[in-house]
Nanobody, 128 residues
C-alpha cells in the first residue's frame, strides 16, 4: 500500500508563491502517474496537474487551463516525491490540495477516480 504525505500548504497573499511536496512511500513499478487535485468548499474535486513518467526518467506533464503558465509539476524519482510549484497565486486557487499517485500509466490523468493512492490534503489559502 503506497502512502502519500503532502506538505507545503499555507496562507499567502495574491501574487505570491507556494511549493507543495508529496512524498510517496514507494513506487516500484517501471511507470508512474502522479497528480495534484484540489477541492474548494462546495465544489467538486478538480484536476490541477499531472506527470506521467518511467524509471528511465522520461516524463510528460499536463495542466488544467486555469493554472497553465502559473503552476509547475515536477518529480524527484530518487526520493519518490512530486512537487507543485505555484506562482502568481489568485484567491480562486484557495482549496485543499490533494496528491494522487498510481504505479501505472494513467490514460485519463485528469479523472480523479483513476488514481489508486491519495494523500490527506493540504490547505492553500490565497488572500486578496
Amino acid at each position: 500500500q503506497v502512502q502519500l504525505v503532502e506538505s507545503g500548504g499555507g496562507l499567502v497573499q495574491a501574487g505570491g508563491s507556494l511549493r507543495l511536496s508529496c512524498a510517496a512511500s514507494e513506487l516500484t513499478a517501471s511507470t508512474y502517474t502522479m497528480g495534484w487535485f484540489r477541492q474548494a468548499p462546495g465544489k467538486e474535486r478538480e484536476f490541477v496537474a499531472a506527470i506521467r513518467g518511467n524509471k528511465w526518467r522520461e516524463s510528460n506533464d499536463y495542466y488544467a487551463d486555469s493554472v497553465k503558465d502559473r503552476f509547475t509539476i515536477s518529480t524527484d524519482i530518487a526520493k519518490n516525491t512530486v512537487y507543485l510549484q505555484m506562482d502568481s497565486l489568485k484567491p480562486e486557487d484557495t482549496a485543499v490540495y490533494y496528491c494522487a499517485a498510481d504505479d501505472a500509466f494513467v490514460v485519463m490523468y485528469w479523472d480523479y477516480t483513476r488514481y489508486d493512492y491519495w494523500g490527506r490534503g493540504t490547505q492553500v489559502t490565497v488572500s486578496s
